[in-house]
């Protein structure tokens, strides 16, 4: 698993590198970057913030993989390459330049992201409950039991005493002394 993360790491900065020096200014690399902020990450923290209970790891992986190479086939004019997945009204390029989408894909994009992690969230529940989803078939082990986190407090002393000197003499001072009571059931 260590060596799948590293390879990721060179493939995403290799990536990340070429669009770099590729882009002509750095408000088209602020464009593509609120882009895929919009589709890729909004509906997690829409989700995760408040409809924890409609979004599990399941849910995230498979909508953040659709949307992403949704989003990656729909072209980019700042990368210069043309759309694959042609919305209604697409407007052709002309002279070799990558076409427009006039129709509002992100935010269609983004909400097709959000319905499949509730979907797939939801349909993982559901098999989860009807035990489809247990044990060795959890791969991300969402439904795994986890160990019980109770707070306990053990009333030990360092130094092997059952209950330490601190709170012996608190119990000592609480314990009113006969001169103490017969004062003050004068007053």
């Not at 609120?34 to 924890?52: A, N």
């Not at 759309?83 to 407007?91: I, M, W």
Request: hydrophobic share 50%.
């Amino acid at each position: 698993m260590k060596w799948v993360l590293r390879g990721i790491i060179v493939v995403n900065t290799s990536i990340a590198m070429i669009i770099a020096i590729t882009v002509k200014s750095v408000y088209g690399l602020y464009l593509i970057c609120s882009d895929l902020v919009f589709i890729l990450l909004f509906p997690h923290l829409v989700l995760v913030v408040h409809f924890p209970k409609y979004a599990n790891k399941y849910g995230m992986v498979i909508g953040f993989s659709i949307a992403f190479l949704l989003r990656a086939l729909s072209g980019e004019p700042v990368l210069n390459y043309d759309a694959v997945l042609k919305f209604p009204y697409y407007q052709e390029g002309s002279d070799g330049a990558p076409g427009f989408q006039r129709f509002p894909f992100r935010v269609f994009l983004m909400l097709v992201h959000l319905g499949l992690v509730i979907a797939v969230t939801l349909l993982t529940d559901l098999l989860n409950k009807e035990g489809y989803l247990t044990g060795k078939f959890d791969i991300l082990e969402v439904y795994k039991k986890k160990p019980s986190k109770d707070l306990v407090i053990e009333n030990v002393c360092p130094n092997g005493n059952e209950v330490s000197p601190v709170a012996e003499k608190k119990k000592e001072e609480e314990v009113p002394s006969e001169s103490n009571g017969a004062a003050v059931s004068a007053i």
